[in-house]
């Protein structure tokens, strides 16, 4: 998943990420709430993720924050044909989190990738792409649409995870460096797949990249898978905080 920066964007030399990853005291940071929409929550979800709709009240209490630089919102919003949903593909090998599929690089056969099927979920213009009603939606600066590609999986809400070349680029580090971010901190559903490669993809574009645990679901809630997401947290660089913790507390310090 880890993609060197190099490879990813072309950044001007005066940019400020440029002066963030010279390790510079500037702290400017962005909330990125991933895919926090009704088909990942209960009660009528198609992938819903075991309590996703209780972590409304500590996203919301981030948004509220005027410390933050931007903050960006991120749903999966697939086209009906979308190669990750189980009923795309031909029986018996087409079962829903059980069965999963090889996917090549549409620009480069040789880059290979094996993900798992899913229901259909977050379809465009369906009930089930909406951000949940209980967002504050009116504090979101931006809203990225991602897994519009129907030939890739796409749960980073960067790009799709091929590297030779990157396929589906956002346009979301871009619009961070822009706006000078230096720190990102995600929240969201779910914490081991769509969170995970999203904080992963943050760090690896240069940000310092918090994960805040008490606004995050998992669908796999197992201590296991946990412990392994954790493992690949700390191998990318990516720290799970929390809300009381001191990195918050960062953004709570700076005045309106
Ligand atoms: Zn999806």
Not at 41 to 60: K, M
Not at 165 to 189: D, F, W
Not at 201 to 211: K, L, N, P, R
Request: charged share 25%; aromatic share 8%.
């Amino acid at each position: 998943m880890a993609v060197p920066s190099s490879q990813v964007t072309k950044v001007s030399t005066d940019s400020p990420v440029t002066k963030a990853s010279k390790g510079n005291a500037s702290f400017s940071p962005a909330l990125v709430v991933v895919d926090f929409q009704e088909d990942f929550c209960p009660p009528a979800g198609a992938l819903a993720v075991e309590g996703g709709r209780d972590i409304a009240p500590a996203i919301n209490s981030l948004l509220s924050l005027p410390g933050f630089t931007i903050r960006i919102a991120t749903k999966d919003f697939h086209p009906q044909d979308h190669v990750s949903f189980a009923s795309n593909h031909p029986a018996p090998d087409n079962k829903p989190y059980e069965s999963n599929i090889t996917i090549a690089n549409p620009e480069n056969p040789a880059e290979v990738q094996t993900t798992r099927l899913w229901p259909d979920h977050c379809v465009q213009g369906t009930k089930g792409a909406e951000l949940v009603p209980e967002l504050d939606t009116d504090k979101l600066d931006h809203t990225v649409e991602k897994g519009k590609d129907s030939r890739v999986e796409m749960f980073s809400a960067f790009y799709a995870g091929f590297q030779e070349p990157q396929i589906a680029n956002s346009g979301l580090a871009e619009m961070l460096r822009e706006k000078g971010v230096t720190h990102v901190y995600c929240v969201g559903l779910a914490y081991d797949y769509c969170v995970k490669c999203t904080a992963i993809d943050a760090a690896s574009e240069g940000f310092e990249t918090y994960v805040v645990e008490e606004a995050c679901r998992a669908v796999d809630a197992s201590k296991e898978a946990h412990e392994a997401v954790a493992k690949d947290f700390q191998k990318h660089g990516v720290k799970v905080v929390s809300m009381d913790g001191e990195e918050v507390q960062r953004v709570r310090k700076i005045a309106s």
